[in-house]
């Protein structure tokens, strides 16, 4: 209808047409209709959330206007007229995606005010994949957006008797309903299925004397519950059992502060965590996590996002960290982590970045978060500002040491600014820079005391001074013929305040050479084959080539890493690993990372990540980087995509005694992928030297995927040269039935039959809770294991519908009641 005005339609709701009776008014221009026997009305332009669909056996409406209402929608009437509707028998109302099932209801058009006898009311919660679920024997709706009841309770169950509810004495539940908008063109958007506007609703919600049911028996009581129902959860997200000989019988658990403290709206944008447990062999552990996504962060620029995580124990054990350290006494009982990490933009290009790092002791991270000791970068603290604008950047940062037991860099300050890719006279030439000033602290990790096996690498001594240094590169781009051809030049002089020695260093390193790429493809589109699946075929290569020639007037064992390369994980276990695989406790030079770094090509390029790491080299470098590609899709929505990718690279190197331990090639690498259908991949990758002793460590295995059922990898591992090890890794990830996940991960030593690693799990799904059984063991550490974790499915997130990598929607989230 026109903006204003509503209409009215009425449909039968059977075949038996539509029959109202009229009881008009005249003195007050008033008219009563009744209809029985079944009807669909249909009230158009109701409000913003668009029409009211109302289907009911029993209907009254009473209105005003100088003539009798059009029920056929012919003609419109003012939004502003009163209107109102009394239902009974079977009512459905629907408003959006608001479905209201009751006995019977009134309801205020005009002024959305209402009330409904044994009530159900459906909703849609932006973050859960299913809806809300609110019973009550009176449901009174005093707003547009307010809803009050009285005996209520909720779920998000859609069984016709929930296993799980929460109820409440006196509950209000506030939904602030949105058309939805998209983002980049501003338009609102709408449900392709349906062609109606997509509503976002904002639930909140509040109730008294809070009992939550499971199975018909309540099992814990809140005295009040304020939460914001976009953000699922119920106070305990998550308790887990576990029992190990590291940290003993365990109670981990993981709470909703926002719900415990009663915060009536948590902070949009954010997440927090708060954590309570008990180790037996170890001590009591309080832990919170924190993380925000804001448009701005105090009125400042632009996008921020961060996260703080925190970690206290009082420890009482002792540290399992493997063979050879399985009872190591930590320096401290008191022992944690503090991490906070910050980054927000500025605008015009400018950004700050911000991290605090600190940890209690040496062996607190792999202790107790094993995996970011192994895979994440380090914990620093330093502050950053950097502004981009085009193809240039500058960042100006410092950067303190807190921990005497890790090695690390202090920068007091540093600054840096970068050209890439400059066009220079008309195009011909490309200009590249990265320049950068600093005062460097470099302090080597302590030794741990009574430890003799050790020692600090070569480069790892005290240095403190000034370093300026700048990298200047310039090409000149050329074709020849199909040949993409660039000859290059780069050079740095690089100023250090203090060496290994202690003494000021200055070093010109310089680079010539050339780069060439020559690409290819050949198309076929009458390749066909449904067994292989492949509908046409495209060949792509690109041959590669570097010449390069690199000249310096220090050597590199000279310096010591201002620029660490190594994380600290990496750096603590090349500190052992002489004693372990060398006699003498010495690494050979070939086995030195910074020779590894240096015949890598770490220095070929201005935004090197390390500034020490350059020297004296000759190298040719080839490599073919090639894709078969083919089209799979149903018919008239094919998409093409990589049937089959192999890489391969090597180095030669022309002065094989200075710069490759007498070898004329090595890094020898390739990468090989075969997508053999949509579900199954098999994957293989090698990289080997050609030295005595050199490297040769090659991977091969399989992925088979199914979203909805599982997944399955078995590979095998083999490295050989100073280190030898064969390794058999296989993943079971498996839905056996609707109600039970297993899930099995080994790693299997095959030289000398040793098991690694295995684990063992069962996950079983019911309506209320995920419970998880498992058994875990490691033989590196000696330890052996079992784990029960129970989680709370109510208001579970469809970001947290993954489980062992297979997705699981709630219980009744593809109900029929919608």
């Known amino acids: 209808p026109p903006p204003g005005t509503r209409r009215l339609r009425a449909f039968p709701r059977s075949d ?36 009211i669909d109302i289907s009911t056996d029993r209907l009254v409406i009473w209105t005003r206007g100088m003539e009798q209402p059009d029920l056929g929608g012919q003609t419109v009437q ?38 409904i006898l044994d009530a159900e009311l459906l909703g849609t919660v932006q973050k859960f994949e299913g809806k809300l679920r609110l019973q009550a024997s009176v449901l009174r709706q005093t707003a547009q957006d307010r809803f009050v009841a009285q005996g209520a309770r909720f779920t998000t169950s859609r069984m016709g008797e929930p296993g799980y509810w929460i109820q409440g004495e006196n509950l209000e539940i506030q939904d602030h309903p949105q058309p ?21 609703h904002d639930w909140q919600m509040t109730a008294s004397d809070d009992y939550l049911f499971v199975e018909g028996l309540p099992v814990f009581y809140w005295p009040t519950l304020t939460t914001d129902l976009d953000d699922p959860g119920f106070y305990l997200k998550q308790i887990k059992f576990k029992s190990d000989n590291v940290f003993g019988q365990q109670i981990w658990t993981d709470w909703n502060p926002y719900q415990l403290l009663g915060f009536k709206k948590p902070i949009k944008g954010t997440t927090w965590d708060l954590g309570f447990d008990y180790l037996s062999d170890r001590g009591p ?20 996002k961060g996260v703080l995580d925190a970690f206290y124990i009082h420890d009482d054990g002792v540290d399992n960290l493997g063979r050879d350290y399985r009872a190591v006494v930590p320096s401290t009982t008191e022992r944690g982590r503090l991490l906070y990490n910050n980054r927000q933009s500025l605008g015009d290009g400018f950004e700050w970045i911000g991290e605090l790092g600190i940890v209690s002791d040496r062996n607190f991270l792999q202790q107790y978060y094993q995996r970011e000791w192994w895979t994440s970068k380090d914990e620093d603290t330093d502050l950053r500002i950097r502004r981009s604008v085009e193809n240039r950047s500058w960042t100006v940062m410092g950067q303190m040491q807190l921990e005497h037991f890790f090695t690390t860099t202090s920068w007091l300050p540093r600054a840096d600014h970068y050209w890439i890719g400059e066009s220079i006279l008309g195009d011909h030439f490309t200009w590249f820079e990265h320049s950068s000033a600093a005062y460097a602290q470099y302090r080597p990790e302590t030794i741990p005391p009574n430890e003799p096996a050790f020692q600090l690498l070569p480069w790892q001594v005290a240095s403190t001074g000034s370093r300026f240094s700048s990298r200047q590169e310039i090409d000149l781009p050329v074709d020849i013929g199909v040949v993409k051809v660039v000859p290059y030049a780069l050079g740095e002089l690089t100023h250090w305040g203090e060496d290994l020695n202690g003494q000021p260093l200055d070093r010109a390193y310089g680079q010539v050479g050339i780069r060439a790429n020559l690409p ?37 064992t000279q310096l010591p890493l201002y620029d660490p390369i190594d994380d600290d994980s990496i750096e603590q276990f090349r500190n052992f690993y002489p004693f372990y695989d060398f006699p003498g406790g010495t690494i050979p030079s070939q086995f030195d990372p910074r020779f590894y770094a240096i015949r890598a090509g770490l220095a070929d ?40 990718t192999f890489d391969t690279d090597l180095v030669l190197y022309p002065n094989q005694n200075q710069d490759n331990f007498g070898a004329l090639v090595g890094l020898i690498d390739y990468n090989f992928s075969w997508h053999v259908g949509d579900r199954f991949t098999l994957l293989s990758e090698g990289l080997f030297d050609t030295f005595s002793q050199g490297q040769q460590l090659v991977s091969v295995g399989g992925l088979l995927h199914r979203p909805d059922l599982g997944s399955v990898y078995l590979g095998v591992q083999s490295l050989e040269g100073p280190i030898s090890s064969q390794v058999l890794i296989a993943t079971i990830n498996y839905r056996m039935s609707e109600k039970w996940i297993t899930s099995f991960t080994t790693s299997l030593s095959i030289g000398g039959s040793t098991n690694t690693t295995q684990q063992l799990t069962f996950t079983r799904i019911g309506e209320s809770f995920l419970v998880k059984l498992g058994v875990y063991s490691d033989e590196g550490q000696g330890t052996f294991g079992a784990k029960l974790a129970i989680e709370p499915r109510f208001f579970r997130s469809a970001a947290h519908n993954q489980i062992d990598g297979i997705h699981v929607p709630p219980a009744g989230a593809l109900g029929t009641l919608d």
């Open 16 to 51: 038996v047409r539509v029959q109202a009776e009229w009881f008009p008014d005249t003195a007050s221009n008033e008219w009563v209709a009744v209809i029985s026997g079944g009807v669909n009305l249909i009230i158009d332009g109701a409000d913003k959330l668009g029409s």
């Open 180 to 200: 939805a908008v998209n983002p980049i063109t501003g338009e609102a958007t709408v449900d392709p299925r349906t062609g109606q506007p997509l509503i976002e």
């Open 78 to 115: 003012r939004d502003d007229t009163p209107l109102e509707v009394y239902m009974e028998g079977n009512i459905v109302f629907r408003q959006a995606d608001r479905v209201v099932t009751a006995k019977a209801m009134y309801y205020d058009v005009r002024n959305h005010v209402g009330m």
């Open 520 to 556: 290819m493809w050949k198309v076929d589109p009458t390749v066909e084959s449904d067994l292989w699946n492949v509908h046409g075929l495209a060949h792509k290569v690109d041959f590669q080539a570097q010449f390069s020639y690199s000249d310096a007037n220090q050597d590199v």
């Open 605 to 644: 390029w201005v935004t090197s990540p390390s500034t020490e790491l350059a020297d004296d080299l000759t190298a040719l470098r080839l490599g073919v980087h090639q894709r078969w590609q083919t089209k799979r899709g149903e018919p008239g929505a094919q998409h093409i995509v990589d049937w089959i």
């Open 285 to 304: 552990a309080v832990s919170t996590k924190y993380t925000y996504t804001f448009p701005s962060l105090a009125g400042l620029g632009g996008p921020t």
